[in-house]
């Protein structure tokens, strides 16, 4: 000191800079420590760098080391005119420096031995603390978890949320459970005399005791906890405060079929509260955080966008995220909730107001504001709405379900949407028409072993895109131009041939039948109609045990190919069964009787059997035919005539019934009177045409029954035919016209339903598929690519 000046080259210390030091992030400030001898700090820490000025004498540089290592680097500068009086310097800044480092050096031995005593005195206190933390961690995460499966058995009822008290029930175990896992949150289960006079007035629409409570500076950042419960066990709704916070029972007063809280306020008085309570600084908009109970989250919920707006400019974090339900984390953001209700004007209000990227998070359970839209309020110009903001329709959930599958389940418009945008027409080239087809989300990714991309339903059931369609009907999808192209790649590379070979094997098998049937036992055409049918049969047989083995057996059983949602696949299975079990059996009684092996009175019996083998074989033959585009619509037209006469059949019963016991009491006076069989048997005979008033013979001794018989008679066939029949006949002209018009729907869906269970035999262990992994590898190419339709 004196002469030669130590500066910091960190801070300049003790120049004019006040800059916190980079090594030991304490610097004093100028004073009079320069002058009193100090150093700076720096020059205890480990390898900081001095440069000491003696004028324009000399730079030296010191490394000090953290244990008390000094070592000199010395740089002389030939500027001085006397080199013995630059040696005196130089020797007295060294001893200086030495001096110090050595005194400093004992202070911090002195100092290090007397903290030893204090770190070890603070290790074990903070070793009690750490122990007791994690004794109440644990007795949290406890806690926590039994409310969470307390929760979870309620939302399991199938009757919950019907019943107010249910409601209040799940609030109250979702407080207890976000103040367990977050200690110190949400306030206290009392309420203060204050606070309870605050949501009596709340309850009962006092407006001046709202505002007088607003005036005397009370703090409305608390939550009101669960309403207790009486002697009888009945809740005291006079403390019922739903579990939230003041403001967010001004925003929200009446929801669902909860009691209406603020009875006789009007909207603007509402809204002037609400600015009020955040104006005055008595409620704090974005309290409590992370909750989902909390005033914006309301205001969400129920749509209200003055209310939000309000909230917005106090300062409302609009992307903000709230912990929902049995969620692990708060994830669960404002857009989460206005889809929840379908709140479009929300998310139109949110749009110019948040970042995009807010549109496309996820919550906890994996789920994007289509998917909660979609589980909940399925509201379609929502749902579009949040297409135009780039939420993602076809990515799954935690669950394994996409917007795009649910959509097939509950709302076909959105499904029929998205699958329109994952194809687009380019333009027409060179003749051909042009798409750009995407196939993500629909089939790609595929499984490890090539399957089409596997997603869950409603129900929790592994399917595939495909398989919803056919299992919820829904034949307009299949026009869209990304489904007839998949469709149509399917058939051509592999469908085409598995159903040339089954129908080449299915009429073998029908015409050895025939052959077996009619053909003299121990003939040429008997043994090889007999080849034919067995040799057929056994195929089909080997097929069905190999897709058994390759699925197993339970997952078979489980399968979309016998658990069917198409009634025709249920009548085609049921019809395979009796094939698979009678086929061989009429050649082998045939040849048994004939050798002798079994009774020959047997052999009657076999050919009605055989007779009404061919008809069902006819009529399962009909599914190979429906994949004709021509014939196809007609069959889908033949099965819902069908279950249209069988409604109408329903219907005309009774009359047929009515009539029936009125004819019955009239013939019971005659001992000769026609049995009911024959009553009925005759009114039937009256719709087509065959009447025969010989009938009423036997009354007509008694004219008054005589007379009443023909009135029936008049009544019963004006009913008959001019009624009911032409009312047939208009059910079938609709049938048509229906089918007709969707004929084109109709036939790919009969194709689908046909491809799928093709697709399953050519998974199968053993069969050659050629072309099934061709396919796929095609559709990867194609993906995102032009291809010409």
């Known amino acids: 000191h004196g002469v030669t000046r130590p500066v910091c080259r960190a801070c300049a210390w003790p120049g004019p800079s006040r800059t916190v030091c980079e090594k030991t992030s304490t610097c004093p400030p100028p004073s009079s420590a320069y002058a009193q001898g ?33 070592r000199r680097h010395v740089r002389a500068t030939p500027l001085m005119s006397s080199e013995k009086r630059r040696r005196r310097k130089r020797d007295r800044i060294l001893r200086t420096f030495t001096r110090r480092h ?95 006079a605050l949501l009596t007035a709340l309850m009962k629409g006092n ?22 419960y009486a002697a009888d066990g009945s809740r005291v709704m006079q403390l019922e405060g739903r579990c939230r916070s003041p403001l967010a029972l001004l925003v929200r007063p009446d929801e669902g079929n909860l009691v209406r809280l603020l009875p006789g306020v009007s909207q603007a008085e509402r809204l002037a509260l609400i600015e009020e309570a955040l104006s005055s600084g008595a409620a704090d908009a974005n309290y409590p955080r992370g909750y989902w109970s909390s005033p914006g989250a309301h205001a969400c919920f129920e749509g209200d966008v003055e209310a939000l707006s309000l909230l917005h400019r106090f300062g409302l974090n609009l992307e903000q995220k709230v912990e929902w339900l049995l969620q692990p984390s708060p994830s669960f953001t404002y857009a989460h909730a206005a889809a929840f209700n379908g709140n479009a004007n929300v998310l139109t209000f949110m749009r110019q107001r948040v970042r995009p990227s807010v549109f496309l998070a996820t919550d906890g359970d994996g789920s994007n504001p289509l998917h909660t839209l979609m589980e909940s309020s399925r509201n379609l110009q929502t749902a579009e709405l949040l297409l ?30 998205l699958l329109d945008a994952k194809s687009r027409f380019e333009y027409r080239w060179w003749g051909n028409d042009l798409f750009w087809f995407s196939f ?11 399957r089409a991309m596997p997603i869950f339903d409603g129900a929790n059931r592994s399917t595939t895109v495909e398989q919803l369609i056919v299992r919820h009907d829904r034949r307009e999808l299949l026009t869209t131009p990304v489904m007839r192209f998949v469709l149509e790649r399917k058939w051509d590379y592999f469908a085409a041939a598995i159903y040339q070979r089954r129908f080449a094997q299915y009429m073998l098998m029908v015409g050895g039948l025939l052959g077996a049937t009619v053909s003299d036992v121990g003939s040429a055409a008997f043994a090889a109609s007999c080849a034919a049918c067995v040799g057929s049969w056994g195929a089909f047989v080997l097929q069905a045990s190999r897709e058994v083995a390759a699925l197993g057996p339970a997952n078979y059983l489980r399968s979309p190919r016998v658990l069917a949602e198409w009634r025709v696949r249920r009548l085609l299975n049921a019809l395979d069964s009796v094939h698979l079990l009678l086929v061989p059996l009429v050649p082998a009684v045939k040849a048994c009787v004939a050798t002798g092996a079994l009774d020959p009175s047997l052999r009657p019996a076999v050919a009605p059997v055989a007779a009404a083998l061919q008809l069902s074989l006819a009529l399962r033959a009909l599914q190979y035919v429906a994949l004709n585009r021509s014939l196809g619509p007609l069959l889908v037209i033949i099965v819902e005539m069908f279950g249209d ?37 005759t009114q039937l005979l009256w719709l087509l045409g065959n009447i025969d008033f010989d009938f009423f013979g036997s009354l007509a001794d008694a004219p008054v029954l005589l007379n009443t018989a023909y009135a029936f008679f008049w009544v019963y066939t004006s009913l008959s035919v001019f009624v009911m029949l032409n009312l047939l006949i208009a059910i079938f002209n609709s049938t048509y016209e229906r089918v007709a018009v969707e004929s084109e729907a109709e036939w790919l869906w009969l194709r689908l339903e046909a491809m799928l269970d093709f697709e399953v035999a050519a998974h199968a262990p053993g069969i050659d598929a050629p072309g099934f992994e061709e396919y796929y590898s095609e559709l990867r190419e194609r993906n995102k690519q032009r291809a010409v339709r």
């Open 645 to 681: 006469i069988l409604s109408f059949v329903g219907l005309y019963a009774f009359i047929l019934l009515g009539f029936a016991n009125g004819f019955y009491v009239l013939f019971s006076a005659d001992a000769a009177s026609p049995s009911y069989g024959a009553i009925v048997e």
């Open 440 to 450: 993500d989300g629909i089939v790609l990714p595929c499984t490890h072993d090539g």
């Open 38 to 70: 100090q150093s700076c700090p720096m020059l205890l820490a480990p390898r900081c760098v001095l440069w000491l000025h003696a004028g324009t004498a000399a730079a030296l540089s010191l490394s000090v080391e953290r244990h008390g290592d000094l």
């Open 207 to 228: 407006v001046p005791a709202i505002r007088r409570s607003l005036a005397s500076g009370e703090s409305w950042d608390f939550v009101f906890p669960p309403a207790p």
């Open 102 to 196: 050595d005194h400093r050096a004992s202070s911090a031995a002195s100092e290090e031995h007397a903290d030893g005593g204090r770190q070890h005195v603070a290790s074990e206190a903070a070793t009690a603390a750490s122990a007791a933390s994690a004794a109440a961690s644990t007795a949290a995460d406890a806690e926590v978890v039994r409310l969470e499966q307390q929760i979870a058995n309620v939302m399991r009822r199938t009757t919950a949320f019907q019943s107010a008290q249910d409601v209040y029930a799940v609030q109250d175990l979702l407080f207890r459970r976000f103040r367990a896992k977050y200690a110190g949150s949400l306030g206290s289960d009392y309420l203060s005399e204050q606070q309870a």
């Open 388 to 417: 135009e903001l780039g939420v993602d329709g076809y990515c799954k959930n935690g669950a394994g379900r996409s917007a795009l599958s649910m959509s097939i389940e509950t709302l076909p418009a959105l499904a029929a949407r």
